[in-house]
C-alpha cells in the first residue's frame, strides 16, 4: 500500500466554495479512494498564503520535512498554481522529492514528477503560473492606487485615528494623547527624550498596549503628517512579487499625497512649528552641530591596545559640577569583553593637553601676530564685519517673528488653536523678539568699535596672541588641530597635531 500526501492552498474567503478546505478534502479522498493501493497519510494546507515564495507556508514546509523521514511515498496537489507559483520553487523542490524517491502528480494539469517528461511539461505550467502571478500583481497596485487617489486609506488604525472601510475617523482619547506630545514639543520645546519619560510617569497607554514610551515613538509621530490632515500613501513599495518584500519608497515609485484629507488633530501652525524644529534638530545632527562635531575630543581619543574610539560619558561631582569623560569604547559596549586599558580621561585634561601642545610648537609668535592682523583689517576694510550678525537683517527678522506673532492671534480668533497654544506661542515669540533685539544692539556697538581701527587692530592681536599661547576659546580651532590622542595601557598618551610629525608624550 503506497502512502500518500496531499497538499492545497485554501482560501480565507468564505465565497470562495471552489478552493475551501472542505472543498479540496473532498477532492483528494475520492481522487485516493479511485486508487486501490494507494493510502492517505494526510492533507497538509496552508490558509490564505501567497504561493510565490515557501517561506511562510508553514504546512508545505512540514510536509517537506515529514517527506524526508519516509512517512509517505507520494504527494497529490490539485494543480501547479496550488503547488507554488514560482517556477524556481517548483522545479527545485520537485527535484530535490524525486531525488529521494517520491514522485508528485498535479491531478488537474495531469503531470506526475517521477515520468521523463515530466519537467519540461512542469517548466512550461510553472512559467504560465507565475507569468499570471505577476499580471495578478500589477492589476492589484494599479487598483489601489487608484483608490488612493481618490482618497480611499489604506493601513491600519493608529493613535488619535480609527480606520474602518478605508476612511479615517479621530479617536478622541487618542487625539488628546497626539495634541498633548505636539503642544510640548513645539510650543513647550521639550526634547522628545523628555516627552517620552512624561508619557510614561504619567501612564499615558500607547497605541501599542502596554508598550513603553520612547523617543523614537515619539519622533514617529511628529512626523505623521496625518495628524494635520493630510494622507501620504505608497511609504512603501513591493518590489519583487515573488516575495511581496516591502521596501521604504525613496523616490522609486510616486507618492499618492492628498491636502487637507480629512478631519486634522492639530492645527497647521503649530505642525509647521513642530517640523521646523524637527528639521532643525536634524540638522544639528546631520552637520557641524552633530555630536560628533559638537566636542573637539569626539573620535579623536584612541585607545592603543584595540584601537576603538574613547566614548564620552558626563558625570557630576559631589560639589555639583557637571564633567565629561572619556572611556574607551569597547569597555563600554554592552556584551563587548572588557579592554585591558581602562583609562578614563577627562575632558578638561585633554584640553589642557592640547593647549601645551600649542604653546610648545616652534613659532614666530610676532609675525604670525602681525600676519593675522593685517590680513582681517583688510577683510574688514572690504565690507566683512566679521561678526555674522547685521543689524538690518536682524530688524527684518524680527518683522518677520511680529508677523507670526500677529498670526497667532488670527488663528485664535478663528478657532484654530486653544486659548493655551495662543498663550505660549506669543511667550516664545516675545523671547525670540527680545534675543533678536539683544543681538541687534550687540552688532551696532561691534560696528562702532569697527570704526575705530586702532582698537580693532588691538582686538585681533590679542585674539591671535591667546591662541598661540594656548588660551583658545575657539573649539573648531582645537578640533582642526588635533590629529589624535592615543591612551595606552601603562596610562602614557601621545597626542598628534594634524601636519606635523612630533609626537608629543604626556604621562597617565
Known amino acids: 500500500m503506497i502512502k500518500v500526501a496531499s497538499y492545497c492552498r485554501v482560501s480565507t474567503d468564505k465565497d470562495d466554495q471552489a478552493n475551501s478546505f472542505e472543498t479540496q478534502k473532498r477532492y483528494f479522498r475520492e481522487y485516493i479512494e479511485s486508487h486501490p493501493d494507494w493510502e492517505l497519510y494526510e492533507i497538509y494546507a496552508d490558509e490564505g498564503i501567497t504561493g510565490t515564495t515557501t517561506k511562510k507556508r508553514t504546512q508545505f514546509n512540514r510536509m517537506i520535512n515529514d517527506a524526508y523521514e519516509g512517512k509517505f511515498q507520494l504527494i497529490i496537489t490539485k ?49 504560465m503560473a507565475q507569468e499570471e502571478s505577476r499580471r495578478t500583481s500589477s492589476r492589484v497596485v494599479w487598483g489601489q492606487t487608484r483608490q488612493m487617489e481618490r482618497g480611499v486609506v489604506f493601513g491600519r488604525s493608529l493613535l488619535g485615528y480609527d480606520v ?57 509621530i511628529l512626523n505623521n503628517e496625518k495628524y494635520v490632515g493630510d494622507l501620504v500613501q505608497k511609504k512603501t513599495y513591493t518590489p519583487d512579487f515573488l516575495t511581496h518584500a516591502k521596501r521604504t519608497n ?18 497647521r501652525e503649530v505642525w509647521n512649528m513642530a517640523q521646523e524644529r524637527l528639521q532643525k534638530n536634524n540638522k544639528r545632527r546631520d552637520g557641524d552641530g552633530g555630536h560628533s562635531n559638537r566636542y573637539v575630543f569626539s573620535g579623536k581619543i584612541k585607545c592603543g591596545e584595540c584601537g576603538n574610539s574613547f566614548v564620552g560619558r558626563f558625570k557630576y561631582l559631589r560639589d555639583g559640577t557637571k564633567i565629561r569623560r572619556w572611556s574607551c569604547g569597547t569597555a563600554t559596549a554592552e556584551g563587548a569583553s572588557a ?15 592640547l593647549k601645551t601642545a600649542i604653546r610648545s610648537l616652534p613659532i614666530d609668535e610676532k609675525a604670525i601676530i602681525h600676519n593675522v592682523t593685517t590680513l582681517a583689517l583688510e577683510v574688514i576694510q572690504d565690507g566683512e564685519t566679521g561678526t555674522g550678525d547685521d543689524p538690518e537683517r536682524l530688524r527684518f527678522e524680527m518683522e518677520r517673528v511680529q508677523r507670526k506673532k500677529e498670526s497667532v ?55 591671535v596672541s591667546d591662541i598661540l599661547s594656548g588660551e583658545i576659546k575657539s573649539e573648531v580651532f582645537c578640533k582642526t588641530m588635533l590629529e589624535s590622542l592615543t591612551v595606552f595601557k601603562d596610562r602614557h598618551m601621545e597626542l598628534r597635531l594634524n601636519g606635523l610629525p612630533h609626537v608629543f608624550q604626556f604621562a597617565g
Open 79 to 127: 494543480e501547479v498554481s496550488r503547488f507554488s507559483r514560482n517556477i524556481l520553487d517548483t522545479i527545485a523542490y520537485t527535484r530535490e522529492l524525486k531525488a529521494i524517491g517520491i514522485g508528485v502528480i498535479f491531478a488537474t494539469d495531469r503531470i506526475n514528477t517521477l515520468e521523463p517528461e515530466a519537467e519540461m511539461l512542469l517548466s512550461y505550467l510553472a512559467s
Open 164 to 220: 474602518k472601510d478605508g476612511v479615517l475617523t479621530v479617536n478622541q482619547e487618542g487625539a488628546e494623547i497626539v495634541r498633548l506630545i505636539f503642544h510640548k514639543y513645539a510650543v513647550e520645546q521639550v526634547s522628545t527624550a523628555e516627552i517620552a519619560r512624561y508619557m510614561n510617569s504619567k501612564g499615558y497607554c500607547t497605541y501599542r498596549g502596554n508598550a513603553k514610551w520612547k523617543s523614537n515613538m515619539i519622533i514617529k
Open 250 to 267: 525613496k523616490g522609486q515609485v510616486p507618492l499618492v499625497t492628498i491636502e487637507n484629507h480629512h478631519e486634522p488633530i492639530i492645527s
Open 339 to 353: 579592554c585591558d586599558v581602562g583609562k578614563l580621561v577627562r575632558d578638561d585634561d585633554a584640553m589642557q593637553m
Open 409 to 463: 492671534m488670527d488663528s485664535y480668533f478663528s478657532g484654530e488653536i486653544t486659548k493655551e497654544d495662543m498663550q505660549a506661542m506669543n511667550r516664545k515669540y516675545d523671547g525670540q523678539i527680545e534675543e533678536l533685539q539683544r543681538r541687534q544692539k550687540e552688532a551696532e556697538q561691534r560696528q562702532q568699535e569697527h570704526r575705530d581701527s586702532k582698537a580693532l587692530q588691538t582686538a585681533i592681536q590679542s585674539e
